[in-house]
């Protein structure tokens, strides 16, 4: 018995979601049956270690920044989401089909060359993949999904936050994490309800021209090659159209660079030894 | 008002028919499932297609039987036979394919398919004209052309996660398989994708793609019923014309003694005996049970 406000009560619920979530993940059906899925739940301000390592790649990574910032928004109004980290290690291929789909020719190649090339830091998917497995793996992300959407509760799969657990392995032992926020549980933040205030505090016109510009052309529609440029202008055909022009850098600002670079590594390594410790107490690792 | 009489005892029969075509609507409705599920840049890029039928099914099967002896694995062919009977089981198939994975990457750089921070891995193993994959080179030694894009193949994943969530909804049986999505492939079936997965659906009292015993492609349910038909036939020989003579009851001295199995026997060969002893001393009596 007792009174409950109804808006605390669905922000605490999204735990229970997650848990729901988590157990359709696991459940999922899978080609192969032989990738097992990590799983992890974070809540509450266990998710801060997380936000900064995504706002620290957010300079080289905008869609980082911006799914961090969504994130930082919801924790700061008090009602945080859930953050279910879904993992497996794709890095290496026991399913012995021999199929070729990763550029290898057998199972067994794709393992060796899994095992001399380490991932360099900061890819979003720690590859090489298995193929199949990936799919098993995405399958199981997408149970997850369809779990949250049965509570009718938001939820976006992330590969950004994900990729920020996985660089403070969370879970533990996964090539590949996708994170999947459910919540903010009252009003939808990703989809229909952008807060205008924030954003038009943040971004004028302007900016996003010059976002759809230069980072869109550049990243996402014109890999070398011939895909069509965008018309910016009125009368486009006029001159030719500029994308970036290449400058050399100043040395004060490589040596800026270097600055940032530094001190990024540095922040890194604070984090993840807070996040280590947030695990320890967590009872989810033993300490060294 | 008409009516619509579904059973599945009769395969392709028209009550079986009806309730085939039952599932043919869920697979519609999986297959839009499957297209809704989010993709990378909100592009379409997965394609599908249902497959339908005693002859196309059939011709799947087969085509997954010449792959199981292809490469001259024991386990590739173990799963490739297993599979087969599922093709051969399931009402209708879905075929599902990402027509981006193999010749459009996604060009992110994420790192998915080498673990290094660029899309070389991928382009450096294509055949490139004007700086784009030329996805008119389809020649490979492999079962599929590689390597594939990964977001892509994740994005192929999410929809396949959607698809086998809906049939789930839906309670319709349904499994994934790598095997018959190779077997369609190679006819034909979503002909744009370099990679596709299969999701055989079923509707019938006991779900066809579990609970699979050893040598399933040896004991597929169709072939054990026509067994048993067989046997069936064979039993019903021995009674007399139901017309003119009933069946007589046993003598109950008979019936006290037979324990066993070989008694039974035992019993039998009496009978046998004494009615070619009989034959042989009355040739020209005439046979009393025939005037009743």
């Given at each position: 018995m007792g009174l409950f406000d109804g808006r605390q009560t669905i922000i605490d619920n999204t735990f229970e979601i997650a848990k729901l979530c988590a157990q359709a993940a696991h459940k999922a059906s899978q080609i192969t049956g032989r990738v097992e899925i990590k799983s992890m739940i974070v809540t509450g301000e266990d998710i801060v270690p997380i936000l900064e390592v995504m706002e620290a790649f957010a300079q080289v990574m905008p869609p980082a920044g911006g799914d961090a910032m969504f994130l930082r928004l919801a924790y700061d109004q008090g009602r945080a989401p859930t953050l279910l980290l879904i993992g497996a290690?794709?890095?290496?291929?026991?399913?012995?089909?021999?199929?070729?789909?990763?550029?290898?020719?057998?199972c067994a190649e794709f393992n060796k060359y899994s095992h001399d090339n380490p991932p360099s830091l900061?890819?979003?998917?720690?590859?090489?993949?298995?193929v199949w497995k990936t799919i098993d793996y995405s399958a199981a992300c997408s149970w997850a999904c369809a779990a949250a959407w049965q509570h009718n509760i938001t939820n976006r799969i992330q590969g950004t936050s994900g990729m920020a657990a996985q660089i403070l392995s969370c879970p533990e032992g996964c090539s590949t994490v996708l994170g999947l926020p459910i919540g903010p549980a009252d009003e939808d933040l990703y989809w229909f309800n952008r807060p205008g205030k924030v954003f038009n505090e943040l971004f004028k016109y302007e900016d996003m021209m010059r976002f759809f510009q230069n980072f869109i052309c550049a990243y996402?529609?014109?890999?070398?090659?011939?895909k069509p440029m965008v018309k910016g202008k009125d009368n486009w055909w006029d001159e030719p159209h500029h994308v970036l022009r290449v400058l050399e850098d100043a040395p004060e600002e490589v040596n800026r660079f270097h600055q940032d670079v530094g001190e990024a590594l540095n922040t890194m390594v604070r984090i993840n030894i807070e996040m280590q410790q947030r695990k320890i107490d967590a009872g989810l690792k033993k300490p060294e | 008002m008409p009516r619509i009489y579904c059973d599945e005892n009769l395969q392709y029969s028209p009550q079986d028919m009806n309730r085939r075509e039952n599932t043919l609507g869920a697979a519609r409705l999986i297959v839009n499932a499957a297209l809704t599920a989010p993709q990378g840049g909100g592009v379409p890029q997965v394609e599908a297609e249902i497959v339908y039928g005693q002859e196309e099914q059939e011709a799947l099967a087969r085509e997954m039987e010449k792959l199981a002896y292809e490469k001259g694995k024991k386990f590739l062919e173990r799963i490739f036979l297993t599979e087969s009977v599922m093709a051969r089981q399931a009402d209708a198939i879905i075929f599902l394919g990402n027509y981006?994975?193999?010749?459009?990457?996604?060009?992110?750089?994420?790192?998915?398919?080498?673990?290094?921070?660029?899309?070389s891995f991928l382009y450096e193993r294509k055949k490139l004209t004007a700086h784009l994959i030329d996805l008119t080179d389809r020649r490979t030694e492999r079962l599929i052309n590689g390597p594939l894009c990964t977001v892509r193949v994740t994005d192929l994943g999410f929809a396949m996660g959607s698809a086998l969530q809906m049939a789930n909804r839906l309670m319709v049986d349904a499994r994934p398989f790598y095997t018959m999505g190779l077997a369609g492939q190679r006819l034909g079936y979503c002909r744009n994708s370099a990679i596709v997965v299969a999701i055989p659906v079923a509707t019938m009292s006991?779900?066809?793609?579990?609970d699979v015993c050893p040598d399933y492609h040896m004991m597929a349910r169709e072939k054990i019923q026509t067994n048993v038909r067989q046997f069936l036939t064979f039993m019903r020989q021995?009674?007399?014309d139901y017309r003119t003579s009933e069946v007589k009851k046993a003598d109950p001295e008979d019936e006290a003694r037979i324990k066993t199995y070989m008694d039974w026997m035992d019993v039998m060969r009496e009978r046998f005996l004494k009615f070619k002893d009989r034959s042989k001393s009355s040739d020209t009596e005439p046979d009393a049970e025939e005037e009743e």
């Open positions: 290690d794709l890095r290496t291929s026991n399913v012995g089909y021999d199929c070729g789909a990763c550029g290898f020719d057998t900061g890819v979003i998917y720690q590859g090489p993949s298995c996402w529609e014109s890999f070398p090659g011939a | 981006r994975a193999s010749d459009d990457p996604f060009d992110v750089n994420c790192g998915g398919c080498s673990g290094q921070p660029s899309c006991k779900n066809p793609f579990v021995i009674g007399p």
